[in-house]
């Protein structure tokens, strides 16, 4: 019987080729999404992955939604924390909204999807979790001290959590991409694109979604089994480690 792999946010982006790569290794794929469902039933239409719609910040709704999946597809086997989202803004204009939103989608929702499906992994001696951080977690970032606080909060956690699964056979992970091609980066202006931010980047290039995709994938697989705890870092040697 093939894996069960639950991706959050995993009908667009990064995520939707995640979620496609999976796929293309035998898992039977789960991804969830927050709020468009026209793109994510053409997700569906076309890949032919399940999608399942819920907020990761709301911890009942991860619990319900997780056990919705689990009734379709079987227990879950892999989890990608890759849901995210941006309120940008210098800190002393920032409101307490723009960071408790950050905060509880970006740190609180890999709690929120972690924790109901922790115990079932112990149960079984099996499990992968793997969150999507990101560089700005890793560095800073000017205007996102949320984003920045959350993502780096997503690594701790990692390290943490992979020290009380390792004796149930259960690794936890943590992959922290650069700048990505993804839709998010179409809308930064061509100048602002080849003048600011290709500079910093020594491969000159932009990051591809399925480069991040093939990263999940070996983390997910049984080769991968003596590596846990660790940050893949994958940003084209922008911020080395």
């Known amino acids: 019987m093939s894996r069960v792999a639950l991706v959050t946010g995993g009908s667009r982006g990064i995520g939707a080729a ?44 991860c619990a319900a939604g997780i056990a919705q999946v689990e009734a379709d597809l079987g227990s879950v086997d892999v989890l990608v924390n890759n849901a995210g989202i941006t309120r940008d803004a210098p800190f002393h204009k920032m409101s307490p909204q723009q960071w408790s939103d950050v905060m509880n989608t970006n740190l609180s929702g890999v709690f929120n999807m ?51 699964g390792a004796r149930a056979g259960i690794t936890v992970n943590v992959i922290c991409p650069g700048y990505i091609n993804t839709e998010m980066m179409s809308t930064i202006p061509e100048k602002v694109m080849d003048e600011v931010i290709l500079p910093q980047i020594p491969v000159g290039r932009l990051g591809e979604p399925e480069e991040i995709a093939r990263c ?16 893949i870092t994958a940003n084209g040697g922008q911020y080395m480690t």
């Open 18 to 61: 995640i979620s496609q790569k999976l796929a293309s290794e035998g898992y039977k794929v789960a991804a969830t999404f927050a709020g468009n469902e026209e793109k994510a039933a053409a997700f569906t239409a076309e890949t032919g992955i399940k999608t399942y719609k819920w907020d990761v910040a709301d911890y009942e709704a």
């Open 114 to 164: 972690t924790h109901p499906l922790w115990p079932g992994m112990r149960e079984r001696k099996f499990g992968r979790v793997i969150t999507i951080s990101s560089i700005n977690g890793q560095k800073g970032q000017f205007a996102q001290a949320n984003y920045a606080a959350a993502k780096a909060g997503d690594i701790g956690f990692t390290k943490a959590l992979a020290q009380e």
């Open 216 to 231: 999940v994938a070996f983390l997910a697989s049984d080769e991968a089994a003596f590596i846990t705890g660790s940050t």
